[in-house]
């Protein structure tokens, strides 16, 4: 099935059936997101993945009570960096050219560059470059999930500064960003199972510059 089929059998599922989804899909998904590009490829953000109940059960009310927290198999939480630091990039760069096996000063002039640019424009900036990095992921994921016929929701509505203090986050110099509950579809239970999809027409959503 292709990319776009898949796409069209998603969509924000509202009510999932409790089954769990088979570990190998879910390794599929985050290899997805693991591989998204990111900008430098400094890949500014980590992926929690959930599955333990009593956790699941103190994050639901945290995002409003929605009920795919609980009633689905996983939740992938991406956070991301609370800001960038020379430090921070340079280890990034490190294990970069440690992995091509190229010498570590090859990327230094790059480096300079890259801080020189981030470091005056201050951290709400940078925290806010680095989320949407980790969107980016997350879109992945979510393509990635259609494709293995998994259900998922996006979800930006949940307290941010409440789910960072039950994740311990700012210890961890991130910022959660956005939730993706990973599950199946209830059939009989979901309002928007059977809804005809509604995407803006071609005509309108295109515009081309020749």
């Known amino acids: 099935m292709s990319l776009l089929e898949d796409l069209n059998w998603r969509y924000a599922t509202k009510k999932m059936n409790g089954e769990p989804v088979p570990q190998d899909k879910v390794d599929y998904i985050i290899e997805a997101a693991r591989l998204a590009p990111s900008s430098s490829g400094l890949q500014p953000y980590r992926l929690f993945v959930i599955t333990n109940k009593e956790l699941l059960e103190k994050i639901q009310p945290i995002a409003y009570g929605q009920a795919q927290i609980t009633d689905g198999s996983h939740l992938l939480v991406w956070a991301a960096w609370d800001g960038y630091s020379h430090n921070s990039i340079s280890e990034v760069f490190e294990k970069t050219t440690a ?104 005509d309108e959503f295109i515009a081309e510059i020749k």
Request: negative net charge; without cysteine.
């Open 99 to 202: 992995e091509r096996g190229i010498p570590t000063e090859t990327m230094d002039d790059y480096k300079a560059n890259l801080w020189g640019s981030y470091e005056p424009l201050g951290t709400e900036w940078h925290a806010t470059h680095a989320a949407k990095q980790a969107y980016i992921s997350f879109r992945l994921a979510i393509a990635a999930a259609a494709e293995q016929k998994v259900d998922a929701t996006p979800m930006e509505g949940f307290n941010n500064q409440a789910l960072d203090e039950l994740l311990g986050l700012a210890e961890k110099g991130l910022k959660s960003v956005v939730l993706l509950p990973l599950g199946y579809r209830d059939t009989s239970g979901d309002w928007l199972v059977n809804l005809k999809k509604y995407r803006t027409p071609n």
